[in-house]
């Protein structure tokens, strides 16, 4: 299906021919006279030596320019004409046919639309514990990378229900270009119990087709189409493609990198020790271009940590509010997109502290919350398998055969649960599938009951909370109990946005949530401390 | 099982052979002489005109007057003895032998007594949301229609518990006539946690055997055995088969037709163009027979919506109450056997406006509310399928072979997720089950959803009623929501009474369940807005 | 696995041998002189000459009886060296192959650290209606006999933590010595929302081990190294196997037997009909070793109901309190080691009467409520399959055939809704096994429902008893709900604590759930009179 609609994004403006190392920045800027093309790439390394550097030598050498780059004639005659870039997969796909048709695999095994608030879901008290946040309007167990844009952009909390799908839901397994999947039902359609909270930044997470519109960290810039405080349904609108090979490949060589600012941005400020190999250095080499304008790491040897880190971790993306002052923090504000990099337990310290930032207030105690996000590369870091230097791919991108026999890697990233040989029984062949699932399971078992135990305990606090107000008890007493709301709900919030129930980390999750329980039982007990001094009753007998 | 249990149901009083045409009503009750029977009809045709006119020419045609009744030289002798009616399904299924075999077929993958108002169930706050109406002691998920009769009447609201059976729980997937599966322990035995909520018209979607002794709408009637007010108990006792084929099926000429007294009615006094075809009219031609004792309609062409129409819709079978002056409205009253024939959206209005009725109050918020059932007509029309000339039986009745090869009309009602091949492929040769399956299943999971949102604020809007009354909140703060609660019930239990799980009709559902969550906040927001007012307190930080 | 950690556990102080009748003390007592032994027997029978009476003629006959004792030598040479006596199952495993192996056999259908007190669990309101007994911190579905002692170390709620899997979860199926499998972390470590609830009773359900060490009803004696009072971490490090051999058969002579105290002092004190035959007696000779040091029970014949109480009962193992004084009832009392061996119906009197013990009061309400444990053998008791001689091997150890086709009887105990064909056909031939796995479905089902009605209820309770005593509703109001709170809950508690959601007695489950409804209704009434009284508002309109 995808295939028919795969088109060519021909990208103008900032385009990547434009870029250049720092200290190359007057060459590239000067106009170059008009010259005889050969296959190209002569003319080009005149002005673009740092393209030659990773292009030469690399698997992609062969490759003319015009592959992937068009207009280079008017570029050539005249270098304020810009060429354009084809960011499409499906040009990838020409000869890495395998890993592209993975892909866009549509993985049946994971439903569409699974509401997790429920009782039977992923996050059975969300409703209450999340009051009023967007995500309460409709939050879904994740699904295939296939569908990473149209999920997001479909869903009743992103755009007010302006986009649907064209021929309703029949296209919910379709996958593909973004507009030839949804339609938009323009500014004034209306929707009961929708929200319009998406932002320019978090479709940075889903799409690399604003690599070369969207300045370092979103900043605004006049060479910037967009930037954090663009509009988001204009942004939307000119993303067709989920998040593609040139996110984790260097397109000129091949070489592993990241893209995606605030995880460069994180790792440079704080040369952050996370991925750090045995000799404690991060291998990415951080490459500025344009003056900083985009920043690139480059990897000498791909980590499936680093790539995936880009967007499976927590961050900050939406607006907020600063905890010191109270004062909204709009999307101006370089705060709203920001990776914090750092565990559970030091996470709410990072953004009282350091980033003076939190999302939203609780419907009914007012505590000031953080809203997490998916933090499977910090869940990861410094457990057992990632001490036994295992990364994401060797579990959830298995080496595959085609139908000619040739090996390649799945870039359909699987659910090691449901194919256990291949995700756990390269490295423990002394073990049956059987009793791989089993062990998985009595984790992710373990897991959820005390996740369901630390709702429990944070439900029992606002609902105390409510009785407490309401009977006049003073605002001391209350500002203890939202402190602890504070702190018990990041510690369990993790483990419902973290998506291997516990499995990435069964310690850390264990030491967290069971924290979660003791200080939500600790606010509960204050309250009702301060509840039977106002009724004069005495303690339950 | 059912094979060995058939037994032949002659009935009497008010036999179908003594039902006519008005015109023809003179000469019906005339006494015709005796006379010599050749193969029977041309004796009964002197009287019985309109039987001619449906059985000459018809697929019924050479069947003789004797295959289905009884006594009829007896009723020809003297015409005051009525003749017999066999309606038992076995007489049909002697030619009909596939249709009746799928008929009582049990489909193990539907359980038994399995509780719909349990946490993992289908309307998991049912027990606070529907307090303390009837359907809180034991309401479960439905299974098929071979267990029509016997579920419910041995479910706990009933009878009391009174009807158990024979064999115990070994009997639970026993098929056949009633009162070979069943017990009666007698009006002296004691149950606790049940209730005595059966009454006589819910029987008549039930079962056909009343058909002859139940007056138009049920009304009282020395011709008519029974009438709304009677003893459930004995109409009970009475009831050993579940509906008949000629609920759907006329028996003299085998004419597409239904017969329940409330469906006439609602289309008669509307003339309501759910069921219209293109050119506006609704294919029923309803014809009166013994000055309007009793009403069937016959159709033209079989309409699978019409059919099913005559249970799987929402109707007032019970006791309740007037809106206008909270009196009682009982079973004399023609109130308690109605079918609204309307949208979730136009639902309250109606029985607000039009029939001034309402089931129960709400044991905490006193709202008058409206006890819903299984809308599933209401639902599907003006729906996607609908609209496309789909009918209850495309999806839901396949046409299977039987084992010599010869095509049928399955009448074991199937899920279509359990059957998709059948259900869905006929008309969607492009998809594969798969793909299907998870489109139904990506609708159900989104419309499930919402179903728990709209439980969750109700739920919250009830408890914030119990603290607002506590705290002393004035009644015109209190009416506002309790006019809320009323507005916000009927949206979200259409849904949980409907069986689709919004399939049916997705848009209708997502539209209303979020209407009804909006309705249930604006009542806690107004709730808590006089609750803090009272407390002194200010609003959460 | 297991089989390579196989260890003799040489027990020496109060060792089987010096066991005696009590007619036979003085001679026991007696020093032997030493003589020369041929193959043991001879010599041994001299001072042992109830050994003599089980052994004899019996299937074991041939065996000598250094196979299963050491330093017989010595102890022939000086009677007061004691000898050894094997209790691993790997001794009776050399002959008794199958049973041991699949005693040892793995079930991968039941999955481990599964908890029941989440909303789709077995106990989805546990965390509000047991609080804060020891079980809110973990309570597991239960799995297979091999985990039995591994499971209860390593829960959260026995030890704080302390013992957990040597290498991590990939041991959470390994099954075999104890520690081999576990480690003990010590006394100085800390793990949040955990408890030390564990106790020296509670582990002689789990094993054997202690079966020499251990007086008749756990009390003090300087010839036991064990006693209730003991430090039960210093007894779950000498406790090695699980539940042995010779739990149910005797080792003399193949006799079945019963050695766990409580049940053989409830069956003696009471003469307990229970287990009574045609003949209204229990097959159970009780016999008295050392003046009552210790009490065997042996059969006649095998009875799966006897061997089964040993565990499979409502037992109190843990501290308390009285009802009478509210006083502590300690470990030194025998009341924290009771078999009550009563239906639900009568055990709170039982407990409050005869017992005059609880176990803990309720964190809301303060009602003071026994905590069940898991009471197959009295649920069964009286019901359809009771009654018809079924006992519990018949249904939960099939007899199997090995790999050289000879039947044994499956030690793997097994849940009959994974075997229907093994369980139920053997004496239901006529039904296939679909229909019978449909039945026990439709009766669990519901069970199901009614135990999720009486936590709902009982959840209203506790909800509107702190609404009651915040408004400052009266003590003797709150003491009349508190006691329908202790007769509510534990009707409910047996069948959350029970083991098959109903299927061994649906009646006594219907009526007794029901009646637990009821209570908690009437509950909530009387509380709700009162807080309406208090806030001076009219009742629900």
């Given at each position: 299906m995808w295939k028919k609609s795969i088109a060519t994004l021909a990208v103008v403006a900032g385009a990547l021919m434009a870029i250049s190392l720092p200290a190359m920045s007057t060459a590239a800027k000067a106009k170059p006279a008009a010259r005889q093309i050969n296959d190209g790439r002569e003319d080009c390394y005149a002005c673009h030596e740092e393209v030659k550097a990773l292009k030469e030598g690399s698997k992609h050498a062969k490759l003319a320019c015009d592959v992937c780059h068009s207009k280079l004639k008017e570029h050539l005659a005249n270098s304020e004409t810009k060429p354009g870039t084809i960011i499409d997969q499906a040009l990838c796909g020409k000869c890495h046919k395998d890993q592209m048709e993975s892909l866009f695999k549509v993985n049946y095994e994971s439903p569409a639309r699974k509401e997790k608030g429920v009782p039977t879901g992923r996050s059975p008290m969300m409703d209450k514990l999340l009051a009023p946040y967007g995500f309460t309007i409709e939050h879904n167990e994740p699904r295939g990378h296939a569908f990473m844009v149209t999920d997001q952009f479909v869903v009743d909390r992103f755009a007010g229900g302006r986009f649907q799908y064209k021929n309703g839901w029949t296209d919910v397994d379709k996958v593909g270009n973004t507009w030839d999947i949804l339609k938009d039902n323009g500014p004034d359609f209306k929707m009961s119990e929708t929200a319009k909270a998406g932002n320019p930044t978090c479709i940075q997470c889903k799409t690399s087709d604003h690599i070369l519109k969207w300045k370092f960290m979103g900043d605004k810039d006049p060479k910037a189409q967009w930037d954090r405080t663009s509009d988001v349904i204009a942004v939307a609108k000119e993303t067709n493609h989920i998040v593609g090979c040139i996110h984790c490949h260097d397109p000129h060589g091949t070489q592993p990198r990241v893209v995606r600012d605030a995880l460069i941005q994180a790792i440079d400020d704080k040369g952050s020790k996370m991925f750090a190999g045995k000799d404690g250095k991060t291998d990415l080499k951080v490459i500025s271009f344009r003056d900083g304008f985009r920043k690139i790491g480059v990897m000498q040897k791909a980590d499936g940590r680093?790539?995936?880190?880009?967007?499976?971790?927590?961050?900050?993306?939406?607006?907020?509010?600063?905890?010191?002052?109270?004062?909204?923090?709009?999307?101006?504000?370089?705060?709203?997109?920001?990776?914090?990099?750092?565990?559970?337990?030091?996470?709410?310290?990072?953004?009282?502290?350091?980033?003076?930032?939190?999302?939203?207030?609780?419907?009914?105690?007012?505590?000031?919350?953080?809203?997490?996000?998916?933090?499977?590369?910090?869940?990861?870091?410094?457990?057992?398998?990632?001490?036994?230097?295992?990364?994401?791919?060797?579990?959830?991108?298995?080496?595959?055969?085609?139908?000619?026999?040739?090996?390649?890697?799945?870039?359909?990233?699987?659910?090691?649960?449901?194919?256990?040989?291949?995700?756990?029984?390269?490295?423990?062949?002394?073990?049956?599938?059987?009793?791989?699932?089993?062990?998985?399971?009595?984790?992710?078992?373990?897991?959820?009951?005390?996740?369901?135990?630390?709702?429990?305990?944070?439900?029992?606090?606002?609902?105390?909370?409510?009785?407490?107000?309401?009977?006049?008890?003073?605002?001391?007493?209350?500002?203890?109990?939202?402190?602890?709301?504070?702190?018990?709900?990041?510690?369990?919030e993790w483990w419902t946005a973290e998506n291997s129930d516990g499995f990435h980390n069964p310690e850390l999750a264990r030491d967290t949530l069971t924290h979660s329980v003791a200080l939500s039982k600790e606010g509960v007990a204050l309250l009702n401390k301060a509840i039977d001094a106002k009724a004069g009753a005495p303690a339950a007998k």
């Open positions: 680093l790539m995936c880190a880009q967007c499976h971790v927590e961050y900050a993306c939406g607006k907020g509010f600063e905890f010191s002052t109270g004062n909204p923090v709009g999307y101006d504000d370089q705060r709203t997109n920001h990776f914090p990099l750092t565990g559970p337990k030091e996470l709410l310290e990072h953004y009282k502290k350091t980033q003076n930032f939190y999302d939203f207030k609780h419907a009914v105690t007012g505590a000031r919350l953080v809203k997490l996000q998916h933090p499977e590369t910090e869940t990861f870091a410094g457990s057992v398998h990632d001490k036994a230097g295992v990364t994401c791919k060797d579990c959830h991108m298995p080496v595959l055969k085609n139908k000619a026999g040739k090996s390649f890697t799945s870039h359909m990233v699987i659910k090691p649960k449901d194919h256990v040989k291949e995700a756990c029984l390269r490295c423990h062949p002394k073990f049956t599938a059987e009793q791989k699932l089993y062990q998985i399971t009595a984790i992710q078992n373990y897991s959820k009951g005390k996740m369901r135990k630390a709702e429990y305990w944070l439900g029992q606090l606002i609902d105390t909370y409510a009785t407490a107000k309401r009977m006049g008890v003073s605002e001391d007493v209350l500002a203890k109990a939202r402190e602890k709301h504070e702190e018990a709900h990041v510690l369990w």
